[in-house]
């Protein structure tokens, strides 16, 4: 008896200690706290003209490409240029043993007078025929046969001259010279190598450095996806915008080229097509063969949105969604179609409009709804006076 009453008073005991420590807890717990609407970052947007373009994989070619060949047999005397040199047109670059030709040149100019002699002496045969034919001294069989002994003299001097004519030119040949002015590189023969006309192998090529190709190629499908917003006259065309180059180690080549040819091909094992930009290239600072890549104007969108990348958000399956701040101040979600970049900003299609204010900074504390207290983004447009020349943008399709 005296146990189950022990056990009863500490039962009760354990009871009140335990009503005393909650009502301190309850005591000593602060008021709840009213939080006000979260701080946000917005970029307010504004439509503006936007070049797009794509950056396309090329390799520099040469302007004029002559590749030196002799035109007649015979051994190399002298090389008359510096390999890695400049040529003009024309000039003289290698001497060929020319004796057997200056011997054919002579003999055909020797030829020629003997022509002369023989037509002098035949115009003056026809003269007298002529003559005695009035005072009926000589039969007009024979001042026919003084007339045809002329015209054949006349005949023999045209045929030596063209033979003269022809053996100068061979001679000539025996002096190889530049077809175009350019750059030389290094010749495949020697003094006393033995060369034969239009030979397979090439004495030397000369190449004109400036302007310079750049050829690249873009998908056909981007072609027809452009032409469709060129009809639909969401793009306007850019085909007079400069082409800008970028070197292999990613610095802008400092002269602008221009698209001069598009073809009308699409290669059938790689479904692009080839296009043809023409760069100055005074410095000659490009060398053929070299890889660069071209920034193609693509059209020009005149009332375009551009958005940060961090204002546009993906889900799993790829749809774009950005948060905006409503009239109410309040989070509201948008779906927009946003397929392309230019620079670090989203080109958006569809979804958002001029005036709306993007969120792009505090999007981990909000949901859609909540009422947010936003702040505008620090402009990064230059002041007058300080902006740097314009130059497209590298797009994405």
Not at 85 to 101: C, F, W
Not at 106 to 133: D, F, I, W
Not at 170 to 175: G, K, S, V
Request: charged residues 20%.
């Amino acid at each position: 008896m005296w146990s189950r009453s022990r056990s009863l008073r500490l039962a009760l005991v354990g009871m009140s200690s335990c009503a005393a420590l909650l009502a301190a807890c309850q005591k000593a717990a602060p008021p709840q706290e009213s939080y006000g609407p979260s701080q946000v970052t917005v970029v307010t947007l504004k439509a503006e003209s936007v070049l797009l373009t794509r950056e396309l994989p090329g390799r520099t070619n040469a302007f004029l490409v002559a590749e030196v060949r002799p035109q007649v047999n015979g051994l190399v005397q002298r090389r008359l240029f510096t390999e890695g040199g400049v040529v003009k047109a024309g000039q003289p670059l290698y001497e060929l043993e020319d004796a057997t030709y200056r011997a054919d040149y002579g003999s055909a100019r020797a030829a020629l007078e003997r022509a002369q002699a023989t037509l002098t002496s035949a115009a003056l045969t026809a003269k007298r025929s002529a003559e005695l034919t009035r005072l009926e001294a000589v039969t007009a069989a024979d001042n026919e046969k003084a007339i045809a002994a002329l015209g054949q003299a006349e005949a023999d001097v045209k045929a030596a001259q063209a033979a003269l004519q022809r053996a100068s030119v061979t001679l000539n040949y025996a002096r190889i010279t530049s077809p175009i002015a350019g750059r030389i590189g290094k010749s495949s023969v020697t003094q006393g190598a033995l060369v034969t006309a239009n030979q397979p192998a090439a004495l030397a090529v000369v190449q004109q450095l400036d302007p310079l190709y750049v050829d690249v190629s873009q998908s056909s499908g981007e072609l027809l996806r452009l032409r469709k917003e060129l009809s639909a006259g969401t793009l306007k065309s850019t085909d007079s915008t400069p082409v800008t180059i970028l070197l292999e180690d990613g610095s802008r080549y400092e002269h602008a080229g221009s698209l001069t040819f598009s073809d009308v091909t699409v290669d059938p094992g790689t479904g692009s097509f080839a296009l043809r930009v023409t760069v100055p290239n005074p410095d000659q600072s490009l060398l053929p063969g070299m890889y660069v890549r071209a920034l193609v104007g693509n059209g020009l969108r005149q009332q375009g949105l551009l958005v940060p990348q961090q204002g546009i958000a993906r889900d799993p399956k790829g749809n774009a969604t950005a948060l905006v701040v409503g009239k109410d101040g309040k989070v509201e979600p948008r779906v927009v179609q946003a397929n392309r970049t230019v620079g670090d900003r989203w080109l958006v299609d569809s979804g958002l409009v001029e005036g709306d204010r993007v969120i792009i900074e505090g999007l981990q504390k909000i949901q859609p709804g909540m009422p947010v207290q936003a702040t505008e983004a620090p402009s990064t447009v230059a002041k007058p006076g300080e902006a740097e020349p314009l130059v497209p943008a590298k797009s994405q399709e």
